[in-house]
């Protein structure tokens, strides 16, 4: 399977593979290197046919507990009309590879690679794969939190060819973010957008904060700084970082690119 995105490379490793992965887990974050991401690991989903998953986050108490994250892969045929069952799950597709027909409220859509969908909570949304070729997409759920007098935002499907990246200041156009809703728009409680970082470019800080972060390498090569580690990074491989773990980032030789999530705009919830 072609793709200008990195998705599970599958099948089975050589018996004479040595165990000698980059694949981490500790206190404050966890490194799934592609590698790791094998046939044995898939699952499967209720109502969902001809289709596997990988899952590479959900919540864990005393860890990351806002959100799932899944890399579905449907073959030809397959799919749902019943693909989520709890009502209170908003969540964002996007296409690694391949193609799929998503019909949302009523309304059809035909996504290809870069291709994004937003389902907000309730929503009434179906999936087939009517190509001749496998399908692969990233699937990212969260238990919205509804807030009195804020309304529930809207469903709504786009490409991120069709979405500008937005320059962090002073980096000469070298470190941006693929913004898929606004930052202030706070009917959202979630972000999943695309960040890039052209070849050489930093993120010059280690960034300490309380959103719990996914990070999915689409494209290019990295040393991204996860708590006291430095990691080397490749397409395919996945961060699962907690609230307040430092990150930063070197990126490499050729354009960087990761697929982020980070829950956003609400109170943090306080014990009883």
Same mark, same amino acid.
């Given at each position: ?63 990351? $507990?806002? %959100?799932?994250?899944?890399?579905? =892969? /449907? ?8 693909? *989520? &069952? ?67 935002? $809207?469903? %709504?499907?786009?490409?991120?060819? =069709? /979405? ?8 000469? *156009? &070298? ?98």
């Amino acid at each position: 399977m072609v793709s200008s995105y990195a998705s599970p490379a599958a099948g089975l490793p050589s018996q004479m593979a040595l165990h000698t992965g980059r694949a981490t887990f500790n206190e404050a974050y966890a490194f799934l290197p592609r590698g790791v991401m094998r046939d044995i690991v898939t699952s499967s989903l209720p109502h969902w046919r001809q289709t596997r998953l990988w899952v590479i986050a959900r919540p864990m108490s005393g860890f990351s $507990e806002t %959100f799932s994250q899944y890399i579905v =892969e /449907v073959e030809p045929g397959g799919g749902s009309e019943r693909p *989520e &069952t709890n009502p209170e799950a908003e969540g964002v597709l996007f296409v690694v590879a391949g193609e799929m027909t998503l019909t949302l409220e009523g309304n059809t859509h035909h996504l290809s690679e870069g291709g994004y969908a937003f389902l907000p909570p309730g929503s009434r949304w179906s999936l087939v794969n009517k190509s001749t070729a496998p399908v692969r997409f990233h699937w990212i759920r969260k238990r919205y939190e509804t807030v009195e007098g804020i309304a529930t935002p $809207e469903a %709504f499907v786009t490409n991120e060819r =069709e /979405v500008p990246i937005r320059w962090m200041p002073d980096t000469r *156009e &070298t470190w941006g973010t693929t913004r898929f809703v606004e930052p202030d728009d706070v009917r959202h409680d979630m972000h999943v957008n695309i960040v890039t970082l052209q070849p050489g470019a930093v993120i010059p800080f280690e960034e300490t904060h309380v959103m719990e972060h996914g990070l999915y390498v689409l494209e290019g090569k990295a040393v991204y700084r996860l708590n006291r580690d430095w990691v080397e990074v490749e397409p395919g491989d996945f961060m699962w970082l907690r609230a307040f773990c430092p990150q930063a980032c070197y990126a490499g030789p050729e354009r960087f690119r990761y697929l982020l999530y980070k829950d956003v705009n609400r109170h943090m919830k306080l014990p009883f």
